[in-house]
Nanobody, 122 residues
């Protein structure tokens, strides 16, 4: 069982940066693949970035590649999403999720956080 809590969201101007954190409770954090997803009003939830278990290989959606970077600190049970060069279209609620499988792009994430709001003003 894993509980996830996101933080770090807020209001930022276009071109600015934010760093989201996702802290996990529970054991064996390093055995979970972690994904970041976002959902904007009126839109479906979409994959943003992921970091695989064990190898910590990262993956990012084309829309954020080169701007967002994901990392993990297994000693702190925490993953981070560094978001640079933010755009108005990045405005959404951001969620982190965990799964035991290796693939980062999956519909089979088991555990989800409550989300944190990111608003980018243009």
């Amino acid at each position: 069982q894993v509980a996830l809590v996101e933080s770090g969201g807020g209001l930022v101007q276009a071109g600015g940066s934010l760093r989201l954190s996702c802290v996990a409770s529970g054991r064996f954090f390093s055995t979970y693949t972690i994904g970041w997803f976002r959902q904007a009003p009126g839109k479906e939830r979409e994959f943003v970035a992921g970091i695989s278990r064990i190898s910590s290989r990262t993956d990012a959606a084309d829309s954020v590649k080169g701007r967002f970077t994901m990392s993990r600190d297994n000693a702190k049970n925490t993953v981070y999403l560094q978001m640079n060069s933010l755009k108005a279209e990045d405005t959404a609620v951001y969620y982190c999720a965990a799964r035991l499988g290796v693939r980062t792009r999956s519909n089979e994430y088991t555990y989800w956080g409550q989300g944190t709001q990111v608003t980018v003003s243009s």
